[in-house]
């Protein structure tokens, strides 16, 4: 456990909350997360893991700018929901993708756990994205995303960040409880 990891953790658990909450907070605090969080999995060889941190980036911006720009007549974004057939073609592409990450990976690296690595990479950025365009069903696939992590990071001895993950879970849940309830009283 470094000083990074902890770091990180603080400032993710508060990233989250900010999310969950629907505060634009949340994007630059998550930047900041992000960048500690890229050199703690290139240290721990979770070669996924940072690929995933560098695309959070551009999705932390992207997010930040959509939250704050992306409604159209200057009216806050709301929480939307998917149909089932977009959940359907994101949980496909997320499968194919974790399938062909995963292959890359365990071919042509030394990465610790390369499939289980892909497996969060993919479902991490469909996640991120679906947060990004405020729609509910993220918290479902950040609470798929967040058990994996837990016993991936663990496996790595990143015991603090594989804590930060069952509070990503518990966090992820009460998202999905209110962004939920959001989207009820305020469907698009």
């Known amino acids: 456990m470094s000083i990074l990891e902890i ?18 907070w949340g994007w630059p605090v998550g930047l900041v997360q992000v960048s500690i969080y890229t050199w703690v999995f290139f ?34 974004l709301r929480v939307s929901s998917l149909s089932s057939l977009a959940i359907l073609g994101w949980i496909l592409l997320g499968a194919v993708g974790t399938a062909g990450w995963g292959w890359f990976m365990d071919k042509t690296t030394d990465a610790a756990l390369p499939w289980w690595d892909a497996f969060i990479l993919v479902f991490s950025l469909i996640s991120q994205w679906l947060q990004a365009r405020k729609n509910v069903e993220c918290w479902l696939g950040w609470m798929i995303v967040n058990t994996v992590a837990m016993g991936v990071y663990w496996a790595n001895d990143l015991k603090t960040t594989s804590v930060l993950y069952g509070i990503f879970l518990l966090m992820a849940f009460g998202g999905w409880c209110q962004w939920r309830r959001s989207f009820e009283l305020n469907p698009v």
């Not at 999705?59 to 409604?71: D, E, P, V």
């Open 7 to 24: 770091g990180g953790t603080i400032l993710g658990v508060f990233g989250v909350w900010l999310m969950l909450n629907q505060s634009i």
């Open 43 to 76: 240290d721990a060889r979770l070669l996924s893991g940072v690929l995933l941190q560098i695309i959070y980036l551009l999705i932390h911006a992207y997010g930040w700018w959509h939250w704050l720009l992306g409604s159209k007549n200057s009216e806050p």
